[in-house]
């Protein structure tokens, strides 16, 4: 479900999702099985990587949160409202 306001760029796959209000999916990603609060912005090339071989898991993203370019999200994830992800090894 797209709620109003939600920007969604070329080249963008979402299933089984919810992308709330003013959201940002520029292009280049796939968005499975998650929920993306308002206000948040996904960077380009990002992929909920919701399928684990056996079942598929949901992902939350919260209000106010940047997710950089080029991220793969596996899920089950579940991402703060205003928090920033830190990449690995930080």
């Known amino acids: 479900m797209l709620h109003d306001g939600a920007h969604i760029g070329t080249y963008v796959e979402i299933k089984g999702s919810e992308i709330g209000a003013a959201r940002r999916l520029p292009h280049l990603s796939y968005v499975g099985d998650a929920t993306i609060g308002e206000q948040s912005n996904i960077g380009a090339a990002t992929v909920f990587v919701n399928y ?8 939350t993203i919260g209000d106010h949160v940047r997710i950089g370019s080029d991220t793969m999200l596996v899920a089950p994830v ?9 990449p690995l090894g930080d």
């Open 78 to 86: 579940d991402v703060g409202d205003g928090r920033t992800p830190l």
């Open 52 to 59: 684990d071989g056996v079942a598929k898991h949901r992902s």
